[in-house]
C-alpha cells in the first residue's frame, strides 16, 4: 500500500509560482510511475504530468513549456511557472504500482487570481 501526502498548493497571481510537491511511503519500491491530475469544479479529472520508471514523461498541452515534473526516491515535484487562471484547481498526486494499483492523495488546493 502506498500513502500520498501532497503540499505546496496556495493562492497565488497570474504569472506566478508554485512548486507543489508529493511525499510517498509504504510500498514505495514497487512504483511504476508518478504523476500529477487537477480537477477543476464541474470538470473531470485531467492528466497535468507524469513520469514513469523508465524515464518518459507525458504533459498536458496546456501546460507545456511552463510545468516541469521531477522526482526522487520518495517524493513526486510539480513546478509550475507563468500560471494562469484557468491552471485553479485541485491538484492530486498519483502512483501506479508494479500490481497494477493505483493510489491517489487527498489533492491540494491552487487558486490563481487575475
Known amino acids: 500500500q502506498v500513502q500520498l501526502v501532497e503540499s505546496g498548493g496556495g493562492l497565488v497571481q497570474a504569472g506566478g509560482s508554485l512548486r507543489l510537491s508529493c511525499a510517498a511511503s509504504g510500498r514505495i519500491f514497487s512504483i511504476y510511475a508518478m504523476g500529477w491530475y487537477r480537477q477543476a469544479p464541474g470538470t473531470q479529472r485531467e492528466l497535468v504530468a507524469r513520469m514513469t520508471r523508465a524515464g518518459t514523461t507525458n504533459y498536458a498541452d496546456s501546460v507545456k513549456g511552463r510545468f516541469t515534473i521531477s522526482g526522487d526516491i520518495d517524493h513526486v515535484y510539480l513546478q509550475m511557472n507563468s500560471l494562469k487562471p484557468e491552471d485553479t484547481a485541485i491538484y492530486y498526486c498519483?502512483?501506479?504500482?508494479?500490481?497494477?494499483?493505483?493510489?491517489w492523495g487527498q489533492g491540494t488546493q491552487v487558486t490563481v487570481s487575475s
Open positions: 498519483n502512483v501506479v504500482v508494479h500490481a497494477q494499483e493505483d493510489y
